[in-house]
């Protein structure tokens, strides 16, 4: 709502004005040409203000989302995913799939319909893969790193780079296989060190 209210119709306003004045056949006395150059320079700032929180976040997304956006499941979010969690922990997940559906419908942009119905899919199923890929496209990296084990266990689908680099670390310690064991150095067992010869001189105890 802010980005049409005030950046838009701002920054559309200063480009037609910049415009009209560069273009205009009209000289320009010196105070006026102070006053555009000044005029031009405020609104850069006043645009620099408006435009750098956006971009900002842009830039900075990949590398702080993963942190800032928690894409978990929350506890109950609202009525319908409190029900669909009640009907799933009594093993109704026909039933449960249904909501789910209706979830993502009200809710698209959000990851519950997506978590909740791969708890309910059948394993190996069309709808575990389509599930699977929907919440891959979230940040979480738990969840995302689920949905790539099953896609590639039960699919065959290899997915591409994940967009958060976090989740792109997660996948690569997840397919890294363990090291060898190192060989064992075989050893020559030591010989027994020979008994010292006692001196008979030597008397611990007198008789």
Known sequence: MMLILVRLPLTLLYIYLVYKATVSDAAYSGSQMIGLVLFILLGAIVMGALWAPVIGAKLSDPLT???????????????LVGRIRWLQGRGHHRLALLLVFA??????????????GLRSVRPGSLLEKWFAKEVYHFNNVQNCLQAYTILKERHGIILPLHRQPEVNLAIVSLDRKPPPEPAKLQLTPAEAPAQPARNPQIKLFEK
């Open 65 to 79: 989302s993963a942190i800032t956006q928690e894409t978990s499941l929350p506890p109950d979010p609202n009525r």
């Open 103 to 116: 979830e993502g419908m009200r809710h698209p942009d959000l990851p519950q319909a997506a978590i909740l």
